[in-house]
Nanobody
Framework: QVQLVESGGGLVQPGGSLRLSCAAS????????MGWYRQAPGKQRELVGS???????NYADSVKGRVTISRDNAKNTVYLQMNSLRPEDTAVYYC??????????????WGQGTQVTVSS
C-alpha cells in the first residue's frame, strides 16, 4: 500500500504565494507521473499540473505562468509552487501519483487533499 500526504495549504491573500508538498511512502518500486489536481465547490476535479519521472511538466492553461511543479525523486515528493494567487484558485488540492510496484504494475493513488483559500 502507498500513502500520499499533502501539506502546505492554507489561507492566502490575492497575489500571494503558497507551496504545496506531497510525500509518497509505502510499497514503492518507482513513481512514474506525479501531479496536482484541484476541486472547487460545485465543480469537477481538474488537473493543475503534472511532472513525469524525467522532469517533463504539463500545466493547465488557467495556471500557466503562475505555478511551477517539481519533484524530488530521492524523496518521492512532488511540489507545487503557486504565485500570484487569485480567488478563483480557491479549492481543495489533491496530489496524484502513478506508482510502479515490484511486480511492474502501475497503480494510481490520491492524497487526502489540502485546502487552499485565496481571500482578502
Amino acid at each position: 500500500q502507498v500513502q500520499l500526504v499533502e501539506s502546505g495549504g492554507g489561507l492566502v491573500q490575492p497575489g500571494g504565494s503558497l507551496r504545496l508538498s506531497c510525500a509518497a511512502s509505502g510499497s514503492i518500486f518507482s513513481i512514474n507521473a506525479m501531479g496536482w489536481y484541484r476541486q472547487a465547490p460545485g465543480k469537477q476535479r481538474e488537473l493543475v499540473g503534472s511532472v513525469t519521472s524525467d522532469g517533463s511538466t504539463n500545466y493547465a492553461d488557467s495556471v500557466k505562468g503562475r505555478v511551477t511543479i517539481s519533484r524530488d525523486n530521492a524523496k518521492n515528493t512532488v511540489y507545487l509552487q503557486m504565485n500570484s494567487l487569485r480567488p478563483e484558485d480557491t479549492a481543495v488540492y489533491y496530489c496524484n501519483a502513478w506508482v510502479q510496484t515490484a511486480q511492474h504494475v502501475a497503480i494510481n493513488y490520491w492524497g487526502q487533499g489540502t485546502q487552499v483559500t485565496v481571500s482578502s
